[in-house]
């Protein structure tokens, strides 16, 4: 039997929602889809430089499992350079410690207002999307 996956930990959901090929005319991209844990896996140990070891404690998971995500990560990254493909960050089995939102009047991320009535810190709009769902 399978074993069932446990939910991978997360800090906050990307900035964008994925990243587009340029130079190709004509042409729709086949996109290359990456899950959260993967994002986040390239995210700890190439953007914040973590050893695997930390990667694996932040994320709350074995270190096996993070090699595994890592290498599946990057292959997938490797794909979509090569063949000049679209990479959508999509999917995959997170949880954040915060609820986080992003503002649609002036951009502004932010987490946790910890207030039933939901507004942007910054601009005060009441018209915020919540993110933590956002890449299912
Ligand atoms: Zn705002």
């Known amino acids: ?3 069932k996956k446990r939910a991978r930990k997360m800090l906050m959901p990307p900035t964008i929602k ?8 004509g042409r729709k991209s086949n996109q290359m889809f990456l899950l959260l844990e993967e994002y986040e896996a390239i995210r700890l140990l190439d953007y914040c430089m973590l050893n ?3 990667a694996a404690v932040l994320m709350e998971i074995s270190r096996p499992t993070l090699t595994r995500i890592y290498e599946e990560a990057r292959r997938k990254v490797a794909t979509a350079f090569v063949e000049g493909r679209d990479i959508v960050f999509r999917g995959g089995k997170v949880k954040f410690e915060e609820n986080w939102y ?3 009047n002036c951009k502004a991320r932010f987490s946790d207002p910890g207030k039933a009535d939901i507004h942007c810190p ?12 956002s890449f299912t």
């Open 18 to 25: 994925g990243l587009s090929v340029t130079g190709v005319r």
């Open 102 to 104: 992003s503002c649609n």
């Open 52 to 54: 695997q070891e930390q």
């Open 1 to 3: 039997m399978p074993r």
């Open 122 to 133: 910054e601009c005060k709009s009441q018209d915020v999307e919540f993110l933590n769902d």
